[in-house]
């Protein structure tokens, strides 16, 4: 069994900053990409950032500059470290991660449960 337990949300005013964490722990064989979404009430829930194995990353084009993924492989943690926040940013985000659970499975999604953002104006 798979768990990932984010923390780091809260709210906070226009142009402050959180840092998100998201842990991956149980029978994990290997890691590939892991990536954060997030979803305002009302919207479909879309990709805000992710970063492979090797490090490469991709952001949506309304983060760049501001958000910043990274990862800890040896940890199994991914971090969002977020900037110059705006009341747009303003959702539940989620943590995802393609994870193998034995070196002749497949990769699966799995996912957090969840961490509010409020950002206030």
């Known amino acids: 069994q798979v768990q990932l337990v984010e923390s780091g949300g809260g709210l906070v005013q226009a142009g402050g900053s959180l840092r998100l964490s998201c842990a991956a722990s149980?029978?994990?064989?290997?890691?590939?990409?892991m990536g954060w979404y997030r979803q305002a009430p009302g919207k479909q829930r879309e990709l805000v950032a992710d970063?492979?194995?090797?490090?490469?990353?991709n952001y949506r084009e309304s983060v760049k500059g501001r958000f910043t993924i990274s990862r800890d492989n040896a940890k199994n943690i991914v971090y969002l470290q977020m900037n110059s926040l705006k009341p747009e940013d303003t959702a539940v985000y989620f943590c995802?991660?393609?994870?193998?659970?034995?070196?002749?499975?497949?990769?699966?999604?799995?996912w957090g449960q969840g961490t509010q953002v409020t950002v206030s104006s």
């Open positions: 970063i492979t194995s090797g490090g490469s990353t």
């Open positions: 149980g029978s994990i064989f290997s890691i590939n990409a």
């Open positions: 995802n991660a393609r994870i193998k659970t034995t070196r002749w499975g497949s990769f699966k999604d799995y």
